[in-house]
């Protein structure tokens, strides 16, 4: 039971942005919203995390609703080496292990 | 910086054979995990060591055994391999608690079991 709600897939043009949504109704109030990638036969690599506010590194942007039951992974300007299946999952900061859902394909036109 | 080392990379296997995944990491991470990765599907937690000498199952534990040798690897057997067992198989590190909170993943294994 991955626990997070995501679409199967989305499709986005090259150069524009990206909104990957994510619904975690049942997100308790000590858990933290990681979003992974996993390029083609490759493993997963991490994309950014947050808890309750807005986070930007230099990959993403996490929205987080202010109820926390829903956030949505931003990428500025997709390039087609954003193609990726995203995974978007809730655990604690003690919490180690990572339970993937099926995550969103993204697909990226030139 | 290698980060998470996996051998073999491909591995086929007859039904009944056994075989033992290595998996290393110089992170100095104290938690450890083996995940499986069937086609078009998420990756499922299979075991998982959250620091050196312990270890616990995960999601789909059964058929396979592990061993946190020491801090650096965490290896992954598999004592009388099936056809079910056939999968990709991916194993990672982290630091729990740790600021950065990230896990960081080998590049797999892939396993056909015939």
């Known amino acids: 039971d991955a626990k997070t709600t995501q679409p199967n897939s989305m499709e986005s043009n090259e150069e524009e942005p990206v909104h990957l949504p994510c619904n975690h109704s049942t997100i308790s109030g000590t858990d933290y919203i990681h979003w992974y990638r996993q390029l083609p036969s490759q493993g997963p690599e991490y994309v950014i995390h947050?808890?309750?506010s807005n986070v930007n590194n230099r990959m993403a942007s996490l929205a987080i609703a202010e109820d926390r039951k829903s956030s949505t992974l931003i990428l500025h300007r997709a390039t087609l080496r954003d193609a990726a299946v995203y995974y978007c999952?809730?655990?604690?900061?003690?919490?180690?292990?990572?339970?993937f859902g099926q995550g969103t394909i993204l697909t990226v036109h030139p | 910086n290698a980060g998470v080392t996996q051998t073999p990379k491909f591995q086929v296997l007859k039904t009944g054979q056994s075989m033992t995944l290595q998996c290393a990491q110089d992170m100095n991470h104290n938690s450890m995990y083996w995940y499986r990765q069937d086609p078009g599907m998420g990756l499922r937690l299979i075991y998982y060591s959250a620091s050196e000498g312990t270890t616990d199952k995960g999601e789909v534990p059964n058929g396979y055994n592990v061993s946190r040798l020491n801090k650096r690897e965490f290896s992954l057997r598999l004592e009388s391999a099936a056809p079910s067992q056939t999968s990709v198989y991916f194993c990672?590190?982290?630091?729990?608690?740790?600021?950065?909170?990230?896990?960081?993943f080998g590049q797999g294994t892939r396993l056909t079991v015939v």
């Open positions: 947050g808890l309750t």
């Open positions: 999952m809730r655990g604690g900061t003690s919490y180690g292990k990572l339970t």
């Open positions: 990672a590190s982290s630091e729990p608690g740790g600021r950065k909170m990230e896990a960081f």
